[in-house]
């Protein structure tokens, strides 16, 4: 598209951004967003035309909604894209051509659901014995302690009960199937993938102390806990090559309890993430409730102000991205309880973040669904599309029963 001219006090938002083999025009990300729209599992037209609108809208980034890896547990709803053989890979190729001619860059995001398997929990009928008697991964056999959460009692009773541990063998054959479908990911025209290591999924999973109680190498304190993570990102680093970006989304919260944290402080912050950097990831992706959340409001002065994401750059080293609320003043936690969506015009906020340096990319979700060319909106500083979540969350295709 013709790109008009950046509106004063706008001008950080749309910088260059670049990251090994990666050049982004500005720092506007689409966000990852679960849309339960790809028949069987693979995208058509409708998911090609979903991405590839965002990227002519120019957002520098789009970021596919979580796809699962290629292992039998890794996503449970047959409509959730995944990456696991050359079907998929051809899928796949007609999205990242039309992103790339729109002008835009897509990353696929590798996903595997972990202890949460069931959450979403609808499959086509030819799918549904076979899928619903799969054995779900859990680190210890642990769904985790509910919390703060969104799930209904109902829900937590029949997810609840502990299951088998993984075995070591499963452990294996799971980080081997994140290094196949990111392998697959660069034959399907990627610019590269990021991991979901976040909200109580499988690399969360062993990383948070409720449901990984392990006493191998796999368990025990926190630089143990981080091990799994750090061998999936390692096996990814590998099948990808060095010149391919790989991004990795953590979080402190996860969906059993959004009060949850895996470090209390910045020096367990740095452990866990120093492991991630080590392996190799090349930006982390703070995800919050709100971008600019504090992640430890304890402390005094600028460092009890400092976000999730400004920590992982000042720790690490590495460029972060941050996401959560941006334009929008209600959580989705609080949507998903009945409350009204309001508006909230925070984008000077970001912009001053990312001047300052607190982080260098910024994921927006819910206003890339409420106008696909919400980049151009924000370049002219004109005024943000309202969301309407009953209109603009609904599934791109609700799957046949």
Partial sequence: MTMSTVATGREP???????RSLELANRLVMSPMTRMGCPDGLPDAVNRDYYAD??????????TEGIGVDHPASVDHSSIPRLDGPASVAAWKVVTDAVHAAGGRILAQLWHVGPLWGANARFDRPQRDRLMAVHPMRPSGRWGTPGVTTYSERSIARWAPETTPMTGEDIAETIAAFGRSARLAVEAGFDGVTLHGGHGYLLDAFVWDDTNRR???????????SRFPAAVVAAVREA???ETPLFYRFSQHTQQDYKALKATTP???AVYLGALADAGADLLDASTRRFDDPAFPDLAGADGERSLAGWARRLTGLPSGAVGGVGIGTSLREQKS?????PSDNIDSVVAALERGEFDLISVGRLHLADPAIARVLRESGPLPEFVREVHERPLRMPET
Avoid: M, N, Q
């Fill in 13 to 19: 938002l749309f910088r260059p951004f670049g990251v």
């Fill in 54 to 63: 965002r990227a002519a809208g120019g957002t520098g980034l789009v970021v």
């Fill in 215 to 225: 006493t191998d190498e796999w368990g025990g304190d926190l630089a143990a806990r």
């Fill in 240 to 242: 990808i090559g060095p």
């Fill in 267 to 269: 020096d367990e912050l």
């Fill in 338 to 342: 009945g409350k009204e969506v309001r």
